[in-house]
């Protein structure tokens, strides 16, 4: 007979093994086997279909290395977490998703696990595409399948331990990952109801424009799109708690979707240059009308609301300080920045348009780097819109405390905001992370 210590030994080790086991089940996934996918069986209508989805959910945008053939990986994410490097989505068999399934491709969407079983992180947006219609999943496939094969692997994503261990992903789906389809409201209009699916489900919005918790996930409830980053930038919200100068009305988040510019808020710049050039300018018009009737009733804006006095008051003041302000950040604005940042009347465009940086809601913002950067790094990318132009940057020309300088000033004329705190470290923390940028430094 067994004693009563080697019996509760049994007893646990039969426990032990039971929860290893059931850890092992939830952690583990199986191979898909490889496919071969004949794209000629799917119809044309379909891919027209699919390229719509995969421009809403603006695939190429982070599956493209900069200079690289599009969807074939290698561009590169910054995350709290590491880099991590995209993968290539081209129908290319050895490299890309060529030999995946349709079931294969599918589980990747919708949970986060690849066709050898692996999880993959969250900075691809399975969290959204779970929501995705049926209808939306088949098109989007038919249409990367349809594309040309481009045989090219990436460089492979290195974290560093414990984030490099795949399988812990299975935990984080567990406690994180909301399968749930887009419930539409009832009370709301058809166009806000498709702009709720094409933010949560397609366009991933709240990615970007939402804070997250200490493991990466989205914040909900109050917290759904009250701002969040992207790469470095500071994603600003697109609800009632947004900093614009103006109140954004949908006309404008159109207009700006759209054609990458709004006359009351400026240029799209930084990540939302892509995402408009790549994806809100591409999809259907009434798509993006969708998307600026769900973000304006967000934003709790009235449909007739009118700017206009607002705006002639914001530009009244930063005539004055630009023409009356003898400050070192006033010299600088007025000798780098004015030719094509004048308020006023008679102020000449150049280079395309005159964006109305008093404006502008990065100066509004709880911290200067979007600012900053602008003003090292300038815009080179426009989103498609020639009125945008071009901005240079004046990383080689301004030594952080002449760029700490400006960036104060026009916190402090162009708002009514209080001045921000410990600026030229912002500016020294981000020239580091151009090595080049900080031959300007000494100047």
């Avoid at 006023?344 to 979007?370: H, K």
């Amino acid at each position: 007979m067994m004693s009563r210590t080697a019996r509760w030994t049994l007893v646990l080790v039969i426990l032990l093994i039971v929860i290893v086991a059931g850890i092992v089940a939830l952690v583990y996934e199986q191979e898909i086997p490889p496919a071969e996918v004949d794209a000629a069986q799917f119809p044309q209508e379909q891919i027209r279909r699919g390229q719509n989805v995969a421009a809403a959910g603006m695939c190429v945008v982070c599956h493209t290395a900069a200079g690289g053939a599009a969807n074939a990986g290698g561009h590169r994410m910054e995350t709290p977490f590491g880099i991590i490097v995209s993968t290539n989505i081209t129908p290319d068999a050895d490299t890309g998703i060529g030999a995946w399934s349709f079931d294969a491709f599918e589980r990747a969407m919708r949970r986060g696990i690849a066709r050898d079983g692996s999880h993959l992180y969250p900075a691809f947006p399975y969290t959204a595409f779970t929501k995705m219609s049926e209808q939306d999943m088949r098109d989007l496939y038919a249409y990367l399948m349809s594309r040309p094969p481009v045989r090219n692997e990436p460089d492979p994503t290195r974290l560093p331990f414990p984030f490099n261990i795949r399988m812990l992903m299975a935990g984080w789906n567990l406690l994180f990952l909301d399968r749930d389809p887009v419930a539409p409201v009832a009370s709301e209009s058809e166009a806000w109801n498709r702009g709720k699916y094409l933010a949560q489900a397609l366009g991933h919005c709240s990615a970007c424009h939402s804070p997250r918790n200490a493991l990466g996930a989205e914040k909900g409830g109050r917290h759904y799109l009250d701002g969040g980053s992207a790469e470095g930038w500071i994603a600003p919200a697109l609800n009632a708690s947004s900093r614009a100068a103006v109140p954004w009305t949908e006309d404008d988040l159109f207009a700006y979707l759209r054609k990458g510019y709004s006359a009351h808020h400026g240029a799209a710049g930084a990540s939302m240059t892509p995402v408009v050039r790549e994806g809100t300018s591409r999809i259907p018009e009434d798509d993006t009308r969708a998307l600026a009737a769900y973000f304006a009733g967000q934003m709790g804006v009235p449909a007739d609301a009118t700017p206009e006095l607002r705006i002639r008051q914001r530009e009244a003041a930063a005539e004055v300080a630009v023409n009356t302000l003898d400050s070192t950040g006033a010299r600088i604005y007025n000798r780098a920045c004015a030719a094509c940042h004048h308020p006023g009347p008679g102020a000449p465009e150049m280079f395309g348009g005159q964006p109305p940086i008093w404006l502008a809601t990065s100066l509004r913002l709880d911290q200067p780097d979007n600012v900053v950067r602008y003003v090292l790094n300038g815009t080179q990318h426009d989103a498609g819109n020639p009125r945008e132009g071009h901005m240079p940057g004046f990383a080689y020309a301004l030594n952080d405390e002449q760029v700490a300088a400006v960036v104060q000033f026009m916190r402090e004329s162009f708002t009514d905001r209080p001045a921000w705190n410990g600026v030229q470290d912002t500016v020294k923390r981000i020239r580091d992370e151009y090595p080049l940028a900080s031959q300007g430094r000494e100047q």
